[in-house]
């Protein structure tokens, strides 16, 4: 006989599985879980609302490998619709985390209050977003379905769902031998092949390129990546969803390919290019520079954790590790690439005083400013698009939901981010539009001693709409943001309208470590990135 709990099982994996933080908001059907996570010593961060939580966890899962939201039923649980979609669209593994009416509670449907249409229309919402959900209902199945969903999770890099009844939490877990986890490797023929036809075009070609994208993160392949373009002196481009998946002063990195949005030079490296190895590429919309993206399929490898597709061979059952492990290891020609572009180095910014700031020159400010020592976050809107031409100095640096684009991550975000790896200070970028959705988290911030330094671009309202079609809906209420460490009782804020004050902000912040620091840097509402510039001519057209 053990005494184990089917809560205590749960925690005991996630813990396994180096979960340390837990973030959102108990309620009456989750309070025992929280509890019990509580005497386990698993550190539960209560943010202001369960969105935050939500992004918080999906932050955490990017840096760490696992990330985890606790939330009550339905009122918590449907606050996570939206960070849990976000995760599962950009290849987060969040575990979520429910509470809910005990299973006795249940007999004659009574009507409960969170309940909306039955017992599991929360569940059944969730199954749309999650790579695999359970209800803890039965204590005898429990471990197994704990263990299926956490392999899920793991396997497919997608957020998964984990209903716990109240009445569940202290049953008594009936232990099974734990099954090893399913996970398929290749079909050797079919690797083989592959790697035949993908080391012939490599070395037949002139001109290779390799574009990266977000999967070589999630699925640990970075090293191995580099190792690959190292052999062979291929060089690297990266998208913007995958951005910082090499550390970007890397003698091989190319810079940020985003069709006709990025930047000249490395479009046309890549374009040009006569075999381009697509590895771990989302072919999103974004990525892609609203498609403007011209790449040929019949001049690809493609390989994700999905498919691999060389030319127009699709290859069943070889995933993307051993794909590029097997590549490390193929006897390739080393290429002679010649010139290619290399982003721009940072360049020392000498503020000019009293000159109004301007979004260019604010990433200008920033790309000098930006230390090994930072994680960047960057929120939806300009921030994103002006931070593709930033450099960051080594991998996983940079976060932004580039695919799903919500408005609201990047502060609570950069909350699970510093707790995920408290080395890392996080520098977050936010419109003032979506700080007005999630910002008040800093309050969160202060509670957990975190330090984020956080830099809102106020162009006075939602400026990426304002360039496609302008009226009185893209209009916000002006804020106060850098007061707000009166309001919360610690911070520094900072008021910018200048070149000189965004300077003297920015030294003051560096040096005020113990709490976080807001600056409101006053813009022009139609002022663009140069990028956002490109973005916006080609949306419109779309209208
Ligand atoms: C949750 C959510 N609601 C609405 C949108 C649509 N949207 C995209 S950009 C944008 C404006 C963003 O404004 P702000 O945060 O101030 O950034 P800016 O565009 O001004 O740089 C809106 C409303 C969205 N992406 N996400
Ligand atoms: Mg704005």
Redesign the pocket.
Known sequence: MNDLTVGDYLISRLQALGVRHVFGVPGDYVLSFYALLQSREMRIVNTCDEQGAGFAADAYARMRGLGVVCVTYCVGGLKVANTTAEAFAEKSPVVIISGSPGMKERDKNPLLHHKVRDFDTQLKIFEQITAASTVLADAQTAQKEIDRVLDAALRFKRPVYIEIPRDMVAAPCILHHRTADHRTGSDPDALQEALTEAVAMMNAARKPVILADVEVHRFGLQEMLLRLAERANIPIASTILGKSVVGEEHSLYLGVYEGAMGREEVRRYVEESDCVLLMGVFMTDVNLGIYTARLELGRAIYATSEKLTIRFHTYENVTLQDFLAGLVEAPLLRHEPGEFPHPEPAVEFTAQGTRNVTVRRLFQCLNAFLTRDMVVIA?????LFGAADLLIRRHTEFLGPAYY????FAVPAGIGAQLANPELRPLVLV????FQMTGMELSTAVRYGLSPIVVV?N?R?????RQMQEGPYNDILNWNYHRLPEILGAGRGFLVETEEQLDQALISAERHTESFCILDVQMDPMDRSPALERLTERLSKRL
């Open positions: 929120d939806v809107g300009d921030a684009t919500s408005m609201g419109g003032d539009g979506a671009l162009n309202g939602y400026g990426t709409e």
